[in-house]
């Protein structure tokens, strides 16, 4: 047998060889169990960043994202969960912990298409001339963008970022509420910003939120956050959800109430089922985009 034959034996073959042509074969093997563990590991890597990134991401995402099996992925998720890296979700992973959100950069360069396209949809719902309200989120603020070929808005924001998108509009009436500035985002928040926007009744309320639990509970990480968004919910006749996929199963801490409380909800894809039977108990519209 010449040495070039071994390349028609499968990986399972014989172990040992005598002489050199043994050595062949454990070399070999060896090569290619650590080019198997080197693409384990950097697969891995790529899935934490993603996490870190979105705050959850799905076994389906995965499987298109690294064009491996699904089975592929679970072994991955299991190993990483196995370490505390993530957190285990049915039908995918999230951050362990849910005491801290993903930075506003981070999240603002995510999902940017699902955003836009939620944002579009949005915008054809909002007739000129109404009153609304834009909360904090990258999903408000892609909503923001979107109404600026609108004309006559008269917008109440506790979002720094939404004012400087609409401020360029000179036939628009920007309201900034006042409270405390949350630099990290552009977030206005406090109990001053919720005594302000409880002055208001408005047509729309555009809602934002970090995570949506298996029974359709809204969940935040600051609780000054989640009292301005009820306030927001309160004083708004119509109030607009707008999510991308990667907000459900994304954990957080502190919960805001259900998902009853929207009238309707705009997203990329049909929730998890047990969202779903929420939006159809309580008769919410879903808009998919």
Known sequence: MRENELEAYPAGGRDIFPGRIGDTVIRRKVGYFQRLFMKQTQRHDAIIELVKKQGYVSTEELVEH?????????????????????????????????????????????????????????????????????????????????????????????????????????????????????????????????????????????????????DGSLLEFDYHEVRTKRAIIENSRHVMLVVDHSKFGRNAMVNMGSISMVDVVYTDTLPPAGVMQVIADHHIQLELC
Do not use: C, Y
């Not at 990483?80 to 993903?102: D, F, M, W």
């Not at 977030?187 to 005594?195: K, N, S, V």
């Open 66 to 214: 690294f064009s491996v099996s699904p089975q592929t992925i679970r072994r991955d998720l299991n190993d990483l969960a196995e370490q505390n890296i993530i957190l285990r979700h049915h039908g995918g992973a999230a951050l362990p912990s849910s005491s801290v959100n993903t930075p506003w950069h981070d999240r603002k360069a995510t999902q940017t298409e699902e955003k836009e396209r939620i944002a579009r949809k949005v915008a054809t719902q909002i007739p000129n001339g109404s009153t609304l309200f834009i909360d904090i989120g990258t999903t408000p603020e892609a909503v923001a963008h979107a109404l600026l070929g609108h004309s006559n808005l008269r917008i109440v924001t506790n979002n720094l970022n939404v004012a400087n998108t609409l401020m360029a509009k000179e036939d628009f009436r920007i309201i900034l509420a006042g409270g405390e500035l949350r630099s990290r985002d552009g977030g206005i928040i406090g109990e001053a910003t919720q005594d302000f926007i409880a002055q208001f009744r408005l047509d729309f309320g555009i809602l934002g939120i970090s995570g949506i639990d298996s």
